[in-house]
């Protein structure tokens, strides 16, 4: 069964997908939204939800280092409701604490890739640390 990761920033969504064993993640792509002007993104993510034939949606919960939610974590578990009750999949939250750091370390480190560069990929790759810490943590999703 395969699932979608989700990052969720207040620009940008990073979405990644699940190998049909739901072992491994793999980076999709970003889409863009606009929270202000309430644009989500969400017939792009229909899309890729139809194509992917996803079943179930992770979406990575941006906790303090205290473990306490602040106003990111709140637009995440929203953007999460709006994704279920639109494509009436289930949806579950993996602690992204630090996915986006570990994303740029492996940028900088592992790949040398320029800051350009970088922006453009860094919510795709964070978004496929989300999912596949959940992968590991979890397996496949069973709400």
Known sequence: MRLLGLDVGSRTVGVAVSDPM?????GVEIIRINEDEKEFGLARLGEIIKEKQA?????????????????????????????EDQFNLPTDFQDERLTTVQAERMLVEEADVSRKK?????????AEFILQNYLDANGPLTK
Do not use: C
């Open 118 to 126: 970088r922006k453009q990929v860094i919510d795709k790759i964070a």
């Open 55 to 83: 079943k179930g949606v992770v979406v990575g919960l941006p906790k303090n280092m205290n473990n306490s939610e602040g106003p990111r974590a709140e637009a995440a578990r929203q953007y999460a409701q709006m994704v």
């Open 22 to 26: 739901g072992w491994t993640a793999q």
